[in-house]
């Protein structure tokens, strides 16, 4: 039960060493591995070259919005999501909690295939995978069981080929946890995005001289400006922003959160925006300049590759273009090497919104948090995501937490926030009292009306297509379990850990600067 909360004072909180630090680390969370596997695929699906216009579009009135919009959040009321949006207004709290039931979750599936991609940079060295790559990924690796066929929905059967990569980048995540915001999680940031940007720049510089490239470079930049008149096109530019950029589940808030107080947001805000799709068209680059080469050595279009996004697209795909082209180990080593450290960095920003939720509301110091959250959700991912059904759960809970968790999250951020407790103008003045690029009426707007608009529709729509259609022809009743299970799971979380007590008073804090239209900064 909820009871009362102690009136013990909260322990200093912690803080980036400085800008490029908290720059550094808000893209790590944003360059994840969808932008490598994901939007060169969309883009190519979506109008080639001429999906650039929705995608900067969305980029310019939803992702940065709502991005600037988590920032004023976590930093005028200096909390991870549930204690930030609890000082904001009571009623908020639980839907920070739902927001750290979704990084918790994604946490735990999301470490498996940073796993995979650990063990094929290792599989890089000597093309392991032989000429059958499709047949390697799902049969020799990852052992699928036939999920709804003769073979149960869930099994017990631990590959260990798995496991050992799954266990070791959890150890690896609970020591950088435990180290804190500046010692570990930034210190990991400042090493691996330089690196990070290395390598796969390599790996892009060394595509576009390979035969074939120019045509994949064709096939992915050629617009079709007939497809600016679908409205599904502008849709997956939204998704397409919306997810690559970690917001409205938690994680820009808290990063916000350890910057301080006076300290720059909109200009930053920017950075890592631009940042983050700068990178996606450089690494649309690369992967198309490399799918132009398997193309060209197999005789076909580029078109007729198959395995264009996704999973299939890093572990399928890509294996088959390292094992035909010249230093193939060495592009091998770059690409999945590119992929770890990119996953190793998302990851991080997912479970320090857990940990921090966690810190605030029991009292725990970093490494209890570090290693009772970290312990808890390796323990899930082993018995979850390294089983031979571990893939098809994988990609079950991944479309719904992202679909429905994350998107469902945006929407009631925005509502909540702008239309029930209109607090949008306390935080367009906060943006704009710290920050030296500010933002107008334009910015209430997005978030208020064209924000939870587009995402609305979003979530209408997918929630009508997996009603109706179902997913990927799994069975009903494993969908029904697995897939709105994990978004009931969400929800009766959220209720019970607001209710859980808190241990040190959340509510000791007066916002800065002072805001004349609500002064004291939240409802209390």
């Keep these: 039960m909820r009871g009362p909360a102690t009136t013990a004072a909260p322990a200093p909180r912690e803080e980036w060493t400085g800008q490029v630090g908290f720059i550094l680390s808000a893209i790590g969370s944003a360059v994840g591995l969808g932008n490598i596997w994901r939007f060169p695929g969309v883009a190519y699906e979506n109008g080639g070259g001429a999906f650039i216009v929705p995608y900067l579009v969305a980029l310019l009135t939803a992702g940065i919005p709502i991005l600037f919009l988590d920032y004023a959040v976590g930093h005028r009321f200096r909390g991870s999501a549930p204690l930030a949006l609890r000082r904001l207004s009571r009623r908020l709290e639980v839907l920070g909690w739902y927001q750290v039931a979704i990084c ?3 946490a735990v599936y999301y470490t498996a295939v940073i796993a995979w991609a650990l063990s094929f940079f290792v599989f890089s060295f000597d093309l392991r995978w032989g000429d059958d790559t499709a047949g390697f990924f799902v049969g020799d690796y990852l052992q699928v069981a036939d999920v709804g066929g003769a073979d149960p929905w869930f099994t017990l059967d631990v590959v260990p080929g798995v496991l050992i990569p799954l266990l070791l980048v959890w150890v690896v995540t609970i020591v950088v946890l435990a180290a804190g915001v500046a010692r570990g999680v ?6 691996f995005m330089p690196l990070l940007l290395v390598a796969f720049g390599a790996l892009v510089i060394r595509s576009l001289f390979l035969d074939g490239a120019a045509e994949g470079l064709d096939a992915l930049f050629t617009p079709n400006w007939g497809a600016l008149t679908d409205p599904n096109v502008w849709i997956a530019a939204y998704g397409q922003i919306f997810f690559s950029l970690s917001i409205a589940f938690g994680i820009m808030i808290t990063y916000a959160s350890y910057r301080r107080r006076r300290a720059n947001l909109t200009s930053p805000g920017l950075v890592v925006a631009f940042a983050n799709s700068g990178f996606e068209v450089f690494a649309g680059i690369g992967v198309f300049a490399a799918l132009g080469f398997l193309a060209h050595e197999q005789g076909i279009a580029v078109a007729d590759v198959e395995g264009l996004t996704g999973p299939i697209l890093s572990f399928v795909t890509f294996p088959a273009i390292v094992s035909q082209m010249p230093a193939g180990p060495l592009f091998g080593a770059l690409f999945f090497g590119s992929l770890v450290m990119a996953g190793f960095t998302s990851l991080l920003s997912i479970l320090q919104v857990v940990s921090a ?6 009292g725990w110091t970093r490494a209890q948090a570090a290693v009772r959250v970290g312990g808890a959700a390796a323990v899930l991912s082993v018995v979850g995501f390294s089983t031979t059904t571990g893939l098809i759960a994988l990609d079950t809970v991944d479309n719904w937490a992202n679909n429905i968790g ?3 999250s945006a929407v009631l951020l925005c509502i909540l926030l702008v239309w029930v407790l209109r607090r949008g103008e306390e935080l367009r003045f906060h943006l704009n009292a710290v920050s030296t690029i500010t ?12 924000g939870p608009v587009v995402l609305g529709y979003m979530l209408v729509s997918r929630v009508v297509t997996l009603i109706v259609e179902g997913y990927e022809g799994y069975a009903g009743g494993y969908l ?3 897939g709105w299970g ?10 019970v850990l607001t209710r859980t007590r808190w241990r040190v008073d959340p509510d000791q804090l007066v916002a800065w600067p002072p805001y004349a239209g609500r002064p004291g900064g939240g409802d209390r």
Aim: net charge positive; hydrophobic share 70%; aromatic share 14%.
């Design 104 to 106: 918790f979750v994604i």
């Design 406 to 408: 994350i998107v469902s």
């Design 486 to 495: 994990t978004i009931v799971l969400f929800v009766v979380a959220s209720l």
């Design 357 to 362: 939720a966690f810190q605030e509301k029991l």
């Design 186 to 191: 930034q210190r990991v940031n400042v090493v």
């Design 439 to 450: 933002v107008g009426r334009w910015w209430t707007f997005c978030v208020a009306v064209l």
């Design 480 to 482: 029904v379990v697995v």
